[in-house]
């Protein structure tokens, strides 16, 4: 079995309280289904992960806070093949007597073989320029948007929040982190293209490009 034939197969669940409701994606296997058997565990042990996400996503928009009038959590699958699944995650909560309304991204993007999530540096492994090339496309993107920073922006870690999609790789920073708090979540969308030197064959990357 080629490994652009690996994907997930997600439902939908949902926790629902007063004032709360969070949606989130459970996967129930491997797709197409004889390779359940091949990756036995997988998908549990991506699940665990997921809800260690929206679990801590809901503590920090305040699902404890007293005070808490609303709490909205959502989810995009943004990519869903050859052997990779990335997930962005979205919470909003309104507490009573705050100045502003709570909004948080987080995203996880697992390697659908193991199991295992994928962090920035793990996408490229051994350093091959990759910092430099994001890091310049994402100077070039402030600049172009006029957008207005609270300190300046040099590199990106290999800690790097992220997410893919069929096009991209999207960077993004939690509102007030590098920017003013007005300018909400900031997510920079890095072509593919621009990456495509810089990927072999060793590269977790590698599979994206065959879209």
């Not at 990779?84 to 948080?104: C, D, W």
């Amino acid at each position: 079995m080629s490994r652009e034939d690996l994907k997930a197969n997600i439902i939908e669940r949902e926790i629902r309280r007063p004032n709360i409701t969070v949606v989130y994606p459970e996967v129930v296997g491997l797709l197409p289904p004889n390779l359940n058997a091949r990756h036995r565990g997988v998908a549990e042990k991506m699940n665990q992960v997921i809800d260690r996400m929206v679990q801590r996503m809901m503590q920090e928009v305040g699902v404890t806070n007293p005070d808490l009038a609303e709490m909205i959590g959502t989810f995009k699958v943004t990519l869903n093949k050859n052997g990779i699944l990335s997930i962005r995650f979205e919470s909003f909560s309104v507490i009573r007597m705050a100045a502003h309304p709570l909004t948080i991204v987080r995203a996880l993007t697992f390697n659908l073989r193991t199991g295992n999530v994928i962090d920035l540096f793990g996408l490229f492994g051994v350093e091959k320029g990759h910092r430099r090339i994001i890091g310049d496309e994402i100077k070039r993107q402030i600049k172009t948007k006029e957008i207005p920073l609270i300190s300046e922006f040099t590199r990106i870690n290999d800690d790097q929040e992220y997410y893919l999609t069929e096009r991209a790789l999207v960077i993004f920073f939690q509102r007030a982190t590098i920017a003013a708090g007005a300018a909400g979540i900031l997510e920079f969308p890095i072509p593919y293209n621009m990456l495509r030197n810089i990927i072999g064959r060793d590269c977790v990357m590698e599979p994206v490009l065959w879209f």
